[in-house]
């Protein structure tokens, strides 16, 4: 039975060299990247909005509900572009 190409030898140019950690980290980052995109945004509008509430001095925390939820709406918005656009 003949035996096919391995791993290495079905890797694209730019990936000659690269161990096989390194080849999946390579592939993985953008997919990490949307991940941490979607995390800081979240984080970044809620911190803004805990700000607001306590500059302004509201007694309901409506600027922290706003500002999680348009982070939420923002950060998944860009995590599915990015994930979603991948894919083609």
């Known amino acids: 039975m003949a035996k096919g ?3 290495r030898e079905r890797r694209s140019p ?3 060299g690269l161990s096989n ?6 592939k993985a980052s953008p997919y990490m990247a949307a991940s941490t995109g979607l995390v800081a ?3 970044l509008f809620t911190w803004v909005g805990i700000w607001l509430d306590r500059k302004v001095g509201t007694q309901v925390p409506w600027f922290t509900i706003l500002g999680a939820v348009l982070g939420m709406t923002g950060g998944f918005i860009s995590f599915f572009k ?3 656009g991948k894919r083609k």
Do not use: I
């Open 5 to 7: 190409p391995d791993d």
């Open 14 to 16: 730019e990936d000659q």
């Open 21 to 26: 950690l390194a080849e999946s980290y390579r």
């Open 41 to 43: 945004s979240v984080g």
């Open 82 to 84: 990015t994930v979603l």
